[in-house]
Nanobody
Framework: AQLVESGGGSVQTGGSLRLSCTGSEYPYTTYCMAWFRQTPGKEREAVASIDHASRTTYADFVMGRFTISKDDAKNTMYLQMSSLKPEDTAMYYC????????????????????WGQGTQVTVSS
């Protein structure tokens, strides 16, 4: 089982990036998936989730700026990030669980079994 993120990089404030998370050996996108992020010395925090039926949930701090989506045929999840701010700088991780619906626990690190290695996003002012 493997998840691989890509698409990170360095942008200026107000810029955009699209992250991708591609799974192998398992149909990840047919289950609950999510994006998390983490900065040094801080706990990993949830950014957004998407479930079996493509219902989405977002953290308040990214509402209206980020969009999570998926392509089941490609077994790939995306995070389109716009209006980026320096405080969005972090390592971004994708995660997946074997449940169809993310539910109220979508933002819990403990709710996910599989994780990618992360992709770095740096936003400069």
């Amino acid at each position: 089982a493997q998840l691989v993120e890509s698409g990170g990089g360095s942008v200026q404030t107000g810029g955009s990036l699209r992250l991708s998370c591609t799974g192998s050996e398992y149909p990840y996108t047919t289950y609950c998936m999510a994006w998390f992020r983490q900065t040094p010395g801080k706990e990993r925090e949830a950014v957004a989730s998407i479930d079996h039926a493509s219902r989405t949930t977002y953290a308040d701090f990214v509402m209206g700026r980020f969009t999570i989506s998926k392509d089941d045929a490609k077994n790939t999840m995306y995070l389109q990030m716009s209006s980026l701010k320096p405080e969005d700088t972090a390592m971004y991780y994708c995660a997946s669980d074997s449940r169809y619906w993310c539910g109220g626990g979508w933002d819990s690190v403990r709710g996910y079994d599989d994780w990618g290695q992360g992709t770095q996003v740096t936003v400069s002012s």
